[in-house]
C-alpha cells in the first residue's frame, strides 16, 4: 500500500468519526514514530510530518554528531566522519536531520502494522471522546432508534450512529419496542464495555419523570415550579411532590394542567403509570396527608426518634390508602421519609365485622389477599367496586362476587 493511500484512506476515516484534524495528525505522527522505535528496537529521534489533506508524509530522522567511535547508538548518534560525508560543515555536538525514504524504511508488514495502529488509536480517541460527551449528559433525556432487540437488552443508536443500551431492567414493565422505532429514555451511566463506550439508558429513574416534566410543564423548566422529589414504581404507580416559588402559581395545577392536558402525555410515555401529583409542604403531618391521597385521614401523629407516622382514618379508607399492593402507602412514605403504619378509627368500626368472621365461609387464602390490600373488615371491602378488587386482588371475578355477597348478607341480617 502507497503512503498516499494510507494517508487518504484515514482523512477519509476521520470524517466518518468526527476526529479534528489536529488530533487526527497527532495520532498518526505518534504511530509512524512508535513503529519506528519497534523496528530499531531502540528510542530514535524522529519527526514526521503529515499534512492528511494533501496525504503527504516526511518522516526526519534526527541524530547527534559524536567524535568517531563515540558511537553507542546508531538511531540517536551518527559518527563525525559520516556527518561530514553528508555535509563538510558539521561539527562535534551538532545535530544531523536527514529526511528516511517511506519506502525504505517501511515494507509491507510495517504498513499493515501501522494500519491497525491507527485503526485502534483511532477507535480509542472516538470511545474516549464519545464517553466524556454522554458522562456530561448523565440524567439527560435523548431519543435512540431500535436497531437490535434482544432478551436483556435493547440497541439503539441516536443521531451520529452511536450504539446505545437500553437493559431490560431499565425498562417499564409495560415496553415494548420494534426495530426502528423511536424511543426516549435517560442516560444512567456511561462506561467501557469490551474496549467500547457503553452508554447505559433507563426509563425506570426517577429522572426520567423529571425530564417528561421540564418537557410537558413551562412552569418547571423555567424553574419557577421544582419538582423535590420523584418515587416510583415503574409501570404501576409514581408520586412527584412539586413546589412553586411563585404564590401565585398552583403547582400542582400547573403541572396536571387544564383537564390533565400537560400530564396525560406523560403518563402515556409511562405507559399509563398513575402519577399522584403532590404539593410539597414543610409541614409533615400535611404532607403526609397529601401524600396518602385519595384516602381521607382523621388524624396524623409523627415520631421523629423512630422515624414513623401513626395515621388514623375511616375503614372504608384504608384500602385506599395502602393501594394495590401496598404501593400508595410504600411511595407515600418514601416520599415522606417516614414509615407509615395505618389505623382504623374506632368510631368508625362500631358496626362493622372483622373478615378474619368469615374464616368458615371463606376461604384463608382469599381472605389472605383481602386483607394485602388493606381490607381487613367486611366493610372497607364492601365499599369497594368488583371490579376494582378484582384487579387489586387478582382473583377471579367469581371469587369476588361471592365474597361481596357473603359481606351483603351480614348486613342484611
Not at 439503539?156 to 415494548?176: A, C, F, R, V, W
Not at 402507602?329 to 403504619?341: P, R, V, W
Not at 371469587?399 to 351480614?410: I, Q, R
Amino acid at each position: 500500500m502507497e503512503v498516499e493511500n494510507l494517508i487518504e484512506s484515514f482523512s477519509e476515516f476521520k470524517d466518518v468519526k468526527n476526529i479534528d484534524r489536529e488530533t487526527m495528525m497527532n495520532i498518526l505522527e505518534d504511530v509512524f514514530k512508535a513503529v519506528l522505535d519497534k523496528k530499531y528496537e531502540e528510542a530514535g529521534n524522529f519527526n514526521v510530518i503529515i499534512n492528511v489533506d494533501k496525504g503527504d508524509l516526511e518522516i526526519w530522522k534526527n541524530r547527534e554528531v559524536v567524535a568517531d567511535g563515540d558511537v553507542e547508538n546508531d538511531i540517536a548518534q551518527i559518527s563525525l566522519t559520516d556527518a561530514l560525508k553528508i555535509e563538510d560543515d558539521y561539527e562535534i555536538g551538532e545535530e544531523l536531520s536527514e529526511q528516511v525514504s517511506f519506502e525504505s524504511e517501511f515494507g509491507r508488514r510495517q504498513v499493515l502494522s501501522i494500519r491497525q495502529h491507527l485503526i485502534a488509536r483511532i477507535h480509542e480517541q472516538h470511545r474516549d471522546t464519545l464517553i466524556k460527551r454522554y458522562q456530561d449528559r448523565i440524567g439527560e433525556i435523548v431519543h435512540g432508534e431500535v436497531y437490535q432487540i434482544w432478551r436483556n437488552e435493547i440497541l439503539l443508536t441516536d443521531d451520529e450512529g452511536n450504539d446505545m443500551s437500553l437493559p431490560k431492567t431499565e425498562q417499564i414493565p409495560k415496553d415494548y419496542f420494534k426495530k426502528g422505532e423511536s424511543v426516549r429514555a435517560v442516560i444512567k451511566d456511561v462506561n467501557v464495555k469490551n474496549n467500547k463506550a457503553n452508554i447505559i439508558l433507563s426509563r425506570i429513574a426517577p429522572e426520567f419523570i423529571e425530564r417528561l416534566f421540564e418537557m410537558e410543564v413551562p412552569e418547571v423548566f423555567d424553574g419557577i415550579i421544582t419538582i423535590k422529589k420523584v418515587v416510583r414504581v415503574p409501570g404501576e404507580r409514581a408520586k412527584v411532590s412539586v413546589e412553586s416559588y411563585d404564590d401565585r402559581i398552583d403547582p400542582v395545577g400547573a403541572c396536571v394542567g387544564m383537564k390533565g392536558s400537560r400530564i396525560h402525555g406523560i403518563v402515556r410515555e409511562l405507559k399509563n403509570e398513575n402519577i399522584d401529583v403532590v404539593n410539597y409542604t414543610e409541614n409533615l403531618q400535611l404532607l403526609i396527608t397529601r401524600a396518602l391521597s385519595p384516602a381521607k385521614l382523621t388524624s396524623v401523629s409523627i415520631n421523629e426518634e423512630t422515624g414513623r407516622a401513626k395515621v388514623t382514618m375511616d375503614a372504608d379508607q384504608v384500602s385506599l390508602a395502602i393501594g394495590r399492593g401496598g404501593n400508595n402507602i410504600g411511595l407515600a412514605g418514601k416520599l415522606t421519609g417516614y414509615e407509615i403504619d395505618v389505623f382504623r378509627d374506632e368510631d368508625s368500626f362500631e358496626d362493622d365485622v372483622d373478615i378474619d368472621e368469615f374464616s368458615d365461609e371463606i376461604e384463608a387464602w382469599v381472605l389472605d389477599a383481602l386483607k394485602a390490600i388493606g381490607c381487613d373488615s367486611a366493610k372497607s371491602v364492601l365499599a369497594i367496586e368488583a371490579d376494582d378488587l378484582v384487579s387489586r386482588t387478582d382473583l377471579e371475578k367469581e371469587t369476588v362476587d361471592d365474597v361481596l355477597a357473603v359481606f351483603k348478607a351480614e348486613f342484611e341480617d
